[in-house]
């Protein structure tokens, strides 16, 4: 994620913006968690960003362990022997250099005393950030010219312990939040300036939930510095998340009683068992399917609609996901992203779906050294493009078909060393805006929706001011090709929150412009449009046809006489593919 900075800041350092944003960081000691170390880390790497960093002293007083039950201490001694996000470790040379000598002390209320204020307010700070695990109150006015700026989760303070993220596990949440808060008049109220929604963990240890949000908060604090260094607070007000008025921020709820936790272990050690019996072995495939009735189509009704789609015929053992559609003289071409045995390695094919529903030999249209996927082509004044994922290569790569639909030629990589997924390019009076996703090799989420602009197709890009557009697991990764529905502009985005491409969420575009962009969630559309679907991740039309993919349930070993989804019995527990 620190090239994904690096990739955003290098338009803005090469405009000769010139503009130093001076940072002040409240941190607790020259030993602090793993996860505040990586990002102050991955700030330091942002251009024009001066750090220093302030240790908070005085009376301790983050949230108290006191009337928490006896099995709360061996739960959090097995979640953190486990994966401890919370984990110490030294500042190292090059942070530790940036500590400054004055200790900031807090009173027993948690707010700074005068003389901490008198250091803060002489240094002249454009941002105040605090990583400490000690929650602040009070006044914070004053402070810096952008305001303090803190984490919350839930709209809980976050403080040390995890508490918040066991809550949200004990609620059984698909989600889990983690507000940027920035405040200006006191520490416990303030305006959210992001949003990150990451996927939730079914698992026993509830310190899982706390990976993806603390691992992103590098990426999502300077993003939004880099906001402010480029349009100060004003970038910051304009941003859709302002408009949602004051956050006032609760101090952390106490750990659970006995029989609370006992409530959240007990199905937790039951589920794993169960998920582990040979009968529950499953596989599963992509497959893509299509419809020609257009009375059906997504961009002509207020709802999805899942009857009529049928299934494009493939051979066993074989993956087909990801399906595109292109209109060239009155033929249909229909890309997708296939996957062949024994690696599973993708690559794009075509077909053409004749107007009786006769369907061409699979055809390779684009094969590389790297894996290929989400073929996004589209037509563009009489020439045919297509802007494949090509993450594997760390590129975004333009193509131009120089014989359509197989041949293509290599026209200009749109962007270079970062990893992106998913571009889905959009021609909207008169200017090209590019959506893309940022996510987080080793996170199950951490997922950010990008947006960039620019004067031509192959010119270019400029991030757009309000990046980040999205940070929620539910929407934000591409799902298709933005469409018009009543003439509205829909996004589709994927949703993530149980497994990768679980569903496909309908954004509407509400605001699209230069400067400003907004959107809203309409609805849905769940893996519930077909028998034995787990997942459906892609969905697009044109006039004549819509297609969409599908991950089908495979069951691997069956009860004997067990039917399956056809009704067909199978006399023992061999494997049998549904095809």
């Given at each position: 994620m620190r090239r994904l900075l690096q990739f955003l800041s290098a338009p803005r350092e090469s405009g000769g913006l010139g503009r130093t944003l001076k940072v002040g960081v409240l941190i607790d000691g020259q030993t602090v968690p793993a996860w505040v170390r990586a990002c102050l880390e991955c700030l330091s790497t942002?251009?024009?960003m001066q750090l220093e960093l302030f240790t908070l002293g005085g009376p301790d007083n983050t949230p108290s362990t006191t009337g928490a039950g006896l099995l709360w201490g061996l739960y959090q001694r097995s979640c953190r022997r486990a994966i401890d996000p919370e984990a110490t470790t030294p500042l190292g040379e090059v942070l530790g250099s940036k500590l400054a000598p004055s200790l900031l002390e807090t009173n027993e209320g948690g707010e700074l005393a005068q003389a901490a204020r008198s250091v803060l307010r002489r240094q002249g700070y454009d941002v105040l950030l605090s990583l400490s695990s000690r929650p602040l109150q009070g006044d914070c006015s004053g402070l810096a010219q952008f305001g303090a700026w803190s984490l919350a989760v839930d709209g809980q303070q976050l403080a040390g312990g995890g508490c918040a993220f066991f809550r949200n596990a004990f609620r059984?949440?698909?989600?889990?939040?983690?507000?940027l808060i920035l405040h200006q008049e006191r520490f416990d109220v303030g305006r959210m300036i992001h949003q990150y929604d990451?996927?939730?963990?079914?698992?026993?240890?509830?310190?899982?939930?706390m990976v993806d949000p603390l691992a992103t908060t590098g990426v999502i604090i300077g993003l939004r510095l880099l906001n402010a260094q480029s349009g100060g607070l004003a970038a910051l007000t304009a941003l859709d998340t302002w408009g949602r008025g004051d956050i006032h921020l609760k101090r952390s709820a106490p750990p659970p009683g006995d029989v609370a936790l006992l409530r959240f272990v007990v199905p937790k050690l039951l589920r794993s068992v169960?998920?582990?019996?040979?009968?529950?072995?499953?596989?599963?495939?992509?497959?893509?399917?299509?419809?020609?009735?257009?009375?059906?189509?997504?961009?002509?009704?207020?709802?999805?609609?899942?009857?009529?789609?049928?299934?494009?015929?493939?051979?066993?053992?074989?993956?087909?996901?990801?399906?595109?559609?292109?209109s060239k003289d009155?033929?249909?071409f229909l890309f997708w992203e296939e996957m062949l045995p024994p690696n599973r390695f993708g690559r794009i094919a075509v077909v053409e779906i004749s107007q009786s529903g006769a369907i061409s030999p699979p055809r390779v249209a684009l094969e590389k050294p790297y894996h290929l996927s989400y073929p996004c082509a589209f037509e563009h004044e009489g020439d045919y493009f297509m802007v494949p994922e090509s993450s594997a290569n760390s590129?975004?790569?333009?193509?131009?078909?120089?014989?359509?639909?197989?041949?293509?030629?290599?026209?200009?990589?749109?962007?270079?060393?970062?990893?992106?997924?998913?571009?889905?390019?959009?021609?909207?009076?008169?200017?090209?805006?590019?959506f893309t996703t940022a996510v987080h090799p080793r996170l199950k989420g951490g997922m950010h929706t990008l947006l960039f602009q620019s004067e031509k197709l192959d010119a270019p890009w400029r991030p757009h001011p309000v990046n980040v557009i999205?940070?929620?697991?539910?929407?934000?990764?591409?799902?298709?090709?933005?469409f018009v529905r009543n003439g509205k502009l829909i996004r589709?985005?994927?949703?993530?929150?149980?497994?990768?491409?679980?569903?496909i969420a309908l954004n509407e575009i509400i605001e699209l412009s230069p400067e400003r962009y907004q959107e809203r969630h309409l609805e849905t559309i769940l893996p519930t449009w077909r028998q034995d679907l787990t997942a459906t991740h892609t969905l697009n039309s044109n006039s004549e046809l819509e297609v969409i993919d599908g991950l089908r349930l495979l069951p691997v070993f069956r009860y004997p006489g067990r039917p399956d989804s056809q009704g067909r019995r199978h006399p023992t527990g061999s494997e049998h593919d549904i095809n």
């Open positions: 942002l251009p024009g059984r949440s698909t989600t889990i939040s983690l507000s990451g996927a939730a963990c079914f698992g026993l240890y509830s310190t899982e939930n169960r998920l582990r019996l040979p009968w529950n072995r499953r596989n599963d495939r992509w497959f893509v399917a299509y419809r020609p009735n257009r009375d059906r189509f997504t961009a002509r009704r207020d709802r999805f609609c899942p009857d009529g789609f049928v299934d494009l015929a493939v051979g066993d053992d074989y993956e087909a996901a990801d399906p595109f559609l292109v009155g033929r249909n590129t975004v790569d333009l193509y131009r078909a120089t014989r359509f639909p197989d041949v293509w030629r290599h026209e200009k990589t749109l962007a270079a060393d970062v990893s992106l997924v998913d571009t889905t390019p959009l021609f909207d009076q008169g200017r090209w805006y590019f999205c940070s929620d697991v539910r929407r934000a990764r591409s799902a298709g090709s933005i589709p985005g994927q949703d993530c929150t149980i497994r990768y491409g679980r569903a």
